[in-house]
């Protein structure tokens, strides 16, 4: 849940696609994959567009737990506005706990919800896809992050470094990203971690590397976010928190899973690998931790 206690957009639409129609699943879909723009539409432009009727969208908004469209509508602008916000401004308008309220238990509940959003909102045949190809060791790999998220993308490739190899985290000097661009072709994958206030160099590594053939996987905090417009395969994840930083969570446990699936796809050639790499680290430390 948003710190309102509002449930976001895309995790009541998650929740709603195993009981609509086909023509609901149609535009919920839409909405999904041009969140939140297409929602800010007004009503008959978004049925239009998703090519449905106005009755379908409707039906839809009811089924995800809003009394009608302009609910929707609302829901949308402040999950909007509140991807634009940056710590000051959620710090100042944050609601002061009640005094009796458990602070660290309600922290970490939010946290556990954070969690289990960004699971609900995975499309499995798009997390199955991510995981083959990372498990395709002939396939050089480049990951990136944020000002935060870097700490993301170096536990990703800190791990597929000892499963797969053939991966690079790029580190943070922007000036030597060049470097690793050039090489960047139709076999490379790069795994990119942005969240809100988008860093715009994060975003154009993306972009030039689609634009050179690369595969983009993104994890991310909205559907929305600029570079998902380069990417195959796109996690979102719910980043928030009660104070006034994101939560990482929930990328964080997505993350962990993606290792995880990779490692079981690797298999024996896993164990192999672990193998010689607990010789070397023998052979070079003396010693097997």
Known sequence: MNNNGAVPVLFALEQALPGLTAQERRAALYLRDNYPVAGLDPLARFARACGVSPQTILRLAAKMGFSNYRELQDRLRAEASAERSSPLSRWV??????????????????????VRAAFSLVVREDFEAAARILADRKRPALA????????????????????????????????TWPDRLIDVDRRSIVIAYDIRRYARDVVRFVEIAAQQGATVILFTDSRAAPASRFASQVFVAPTD?????????????????????VTELEGGATTERLVRLENIRTRLLGQKD
């Open 241 to 261: 928190s009660a104070g006034a930083w994101d939560s990482l969570s929930g990328p964080f446990a997505l993350t962990e899973a993606l290792i995880a699936r």
């Open 93 to 114: 308008s944050r609601a002061e706990p009640e005094p009796e309220e458990d602070w660290l238990a309600g922290f970490g509940h939010r946290a556990a919800e954070n």
């Open 144 to 175: 990136i992050g944020g000002r935060f998220t870097q700490s993301l993308s170096r536990y990703l490739a800190r791990h597929l470094e000892i499963v797969r190899g053939n991966i690079e985290e790029i580190g943070s000097i922007s000036a």
